[in-house]
């Protein structure tokens, strides 16, 4: 009894530290866009089953890839006021425990994609590949513009859920991936703006360290544009009704105001907000899209 | 002042509300009144989400007054161009001179007493309209009594208005901090009243 009272308080201490591996909040983001990539496809007919094994083999994909993110980058993050406190920088955690974790939970997202829909299965991987292989280990300590390749990998989920609805790639699915994209900057570069200390003390190339905060900012402008047109155009191919996309409009014009404040009033303050509102954005689109579709 | 969990819910609800009118529009209203009125439901919502991620500081930026103005503007053009025939294009031309009046006299660095006349006329226009017209249209059987509900939303509005205005211009009616106690309230009030009001209509 006693044996296994201590092995299941061992269990929950592991799990307390693996959890914020994963992060949490973006795995959930991105597992929110897969999901609501495959409402968007309005399926005649859905089991249960298959939307719970779409959900979790998304959640074990894109969660492993984090971890292994984390594993690789466990340097950079100790060295960053940030991060220095996560699981792994702190020593909580070994880097092969640590590698171990990613690698089984990612082999097990991915399997299971390819069981459930070979096509599935490749766009899961290549998100994996372009998150984990270009943008981590080939292109983040080398140039600025990993984050394109970031976006990529971000927007696969959206394209993943989509194919798996459809079964087959078409228009809308690259429109709503490219509408992730889009959003990236917006999300990733007030980031990089609000840590850029952090940043440069890991010697990492970003936008503001490469090209200045104002060209930054023109970026996340523009950017934010493309992704609210994305999103908006993919709605109406979608067949959404017209109230959900002038919901998308109003919450569209409320991220392209805040992100010209950024450009003509840059604060911290408005910089930060605007990283909060994208987030509530992107989280509130893929709502809109499943629900629209659904009604 | 840092906002009450309370606050940031009453704001939430607000903002739901104000989503939910947009999404579902109101019931055949044409293309301009529809446009109107997502702008002024739009403006409300994207404001309750502002007013949560930055806190009540977000008041004090002088673009508040003229995003603040949109609101009784486009709510009171969607009601004249329904319910007022002959006076559609007539108060068109009012909301339009109405907004860039405004806009110019708060960008323009002007010192005299012009901007406040400005804004206090156009807001009084507006707030009026949108305060007696459904009140006088409920009594007069032209709309169902409910509609009425949407002239209630106008006076709360009105209260709002004059209570952030004069706390602006430095003669407060009320303490800043009981004023920012009691506007995510008044605001969720305010908007509830005109989601049931166009509901009931």
């Known amino acids: 009894m006693n044996n296994l009272q201590s092995a299941i308080r061992n269990l929950q201490s592991k799990l307390r530290l693996y959890w914020p591996l994963t992060k949490s909040l973006q795995t959930g983001l991105l597992l929110s866009t897969g999901l609501a990539g495959c409402m968007s496809a309005r399926c005649p007919v859905m089991h249960w089953y298959d939307f719970l094994g779409l959900a979790l083999s998304l959640f074990l994909a894109i969660a492993g890839s984090t971890i292994i993110n984390m594993w690789y980058d466990r340097d950079i993050d100790a060295r960053m006021k940030r991060t220095c406190n996560r699981p792994l920088a702190s020593g909580q955690v070994s880097p092969g425990e640590t590698l171990r974790l990613g690698l089984v939970l990612s082999t097990l997202g991915v399997s299971m994609a390819v069981t459930m829909s070979p096509l599935y299965g490749l766009v899961v991987f290549a998100g994996l590949f372009f998150d984990v292989i270009v943008y981590t280990i080939w292109l983040k300590r080398r140039t600025a513009w990993s984050i394109l390749w970031g976006g990529i990998s971000g927007g696969m989920p959206i394209l993943a859920g989509r194919v798996f609805g459809l079964g087959h790639v078409d228009g809308i699915g690259i429109l709503l991936g490219l509408a992730v994209l889009f959003w990236i900057p917006t999300h990733i570069l007030t980031f990089a703006m609000r840590y850029h200390e952090d940043y440069q003390t890991a010697r990492i190339p970003t936008f503001p360290s490469t090209y200045g905060f104002m060209a930054t900012r023109t970026t996340i402008a523009i950017s934010s544009v493309l992704a609210a047109l994305s999103i908006a155009i993919a709605g109406v191919l979608i067949g959404m009704q017209w109230g ?24 911290e303050r408005v910089n930060f907000g605007l990283f909060k509102y994208a987030s509530f954005y992107m989280l509130s689109a893929m709502i809109l899209l499943s629900v629209g579709a659904l009604i | 002042m840092k906002m009450s969990i309370l606050n940031r819910l009453l704001l939430l609800v607000t ?21 109107a009125y997502t702008i002024a439901f739009g403006v409300l919502l994207v404001a309750g989400l502002l007013l949560i991620i930055f806190g009540f500081d977000v008041l004090d930026s002088p673009i508040v007054v003229i995003v603040s103005t949109v609101i009784p503007l486009s709510l009171s053009l969607g009601l004249v161009w329904e319910h007022l025939v002959a006076y559609r294009t007539l108060y068109l031309l009012f909301v339009i001179v109405g907004f860039l009046a405004i806009l110019l006299t708060r960008l323009l660095p002007l010192r005299n007493k012009l901007p406040v006349i400005v804004l206090a006329f156009v807001h009084g226009i507006a707030g009026l309209t949108i305060f007696l017209l459904p009140i006088v249209w409920a009594l007069t059987g032209r709309a169902t009594h409910g509609f009425a509900l949407v002239g209630v939303g106008g006076a709360l509005i009105g209260v709002g208005g004059l209570l952030l205005s004069f706390l602006k211009a430095g003669k407060p009616l009320l303490s800043r901090a009981t004023i920012l106690k009691v506007l995510p309230g008044l605001l969720l009030l305010m908007t509830a009243a005109f989601v049931a009001g166009f509901a009931l209509a």
């Open chain 2, 15 to 35: 903002s739901l509300l104000a989503a939910w009118q947009v999404a579902v529009g109101i019931n055949g209203a044409e293309a301009l009144p529809m446009v």
């Open chain 1, 244 to 267: 959900f996309v002038r919901l998308l409009a109003v919450l569209s014009a409320g991220l392209f105001l805040l992100a010209v404040a950024s450009v003509f009033r840059p604060t």
